[in-house]
């Protein structure tokens, strides 16, 4: 058996977040439902929307890579998503359980920036340009996607989530 290839764990990771991707499609419909707060519903919308471009923006890499789309099982995601449903189930009050919906769904993005970082440094390292830019593109929108689900929390959740709690936000 030959020895694995560095664009040999690039092809394998990619299956990896594609999988995860698609998990996240799935789930991201459920968590809009479930936030009171209409600028994070509008967030996981806007994300459910960026998320499919993303998975399209997958096949482009597996494409130039001629390898078939496909994907391999994501425990981790499977595991972040559970944790979503989790909280789902909680009985929290609304306000409350958009704070726990923001730090789920900062969980699931962390991940995927991380994935996507490591993803790009691999395919520049195998001198893949055209596959490290269609990386990048998807790592810069999951860093944006970060940064306004933490302008959510500290601009108005959390603080609505403390007035739910009985309790004055700091």
């Known amino acids: ?33 479930a936030a009171s ?3 994070l519903r509008q967030a996981f919308e806007t994300h459910l929307e960026q ?14 890579l001629d390898t078939r789309p496909r994907g391999k099982h994501c425990d981790a995601m499977e595991g972040l998503i559970s ?5 789902l189930e909680m009985g929290l009050a609304p306000e409350v359980q958009d704070a726990a919906l923001i730090a789920a769904a900062q969980k699931v993005e962390h991940y995927e920036i991380a994935s996507y970082g490591t993803l790009h440094a691999y395919a520049t390292a195998c001198g893949l340009d055209k596959v490290a830019q269609l990386l990048d593109e998807t790592l810069q ?16 959740v959390n603080k609505k989530a403390m007035a739910a709690s009985g309790k004055k936000a700091a």
């Open 51 to 64: 998320t499919n471009g993303q998975i399209e923006r997958l096949q482009q890499v597996f494409e130039e």
């Open 37 to 39: 707060s209409d600028q």
């Open 83 to 87: 944790e979503a449903q989790e909280i």
């Open 1 to 33: 058996m030959a020895a694995k290839t560095m664009q040999d764990l690039l092809i394998e990771d990619l299956r990896d977040i594609y999988h995860a991707e698609k998990q996240i499609a799935k789930a991201l419909p459920k968590m809009a439902k």
């Open 141 to 156: 929108e999951e860093k944006d996607t970060d940064t306004l689900l933490n302008k959510l929390a500290i601009g108005d």
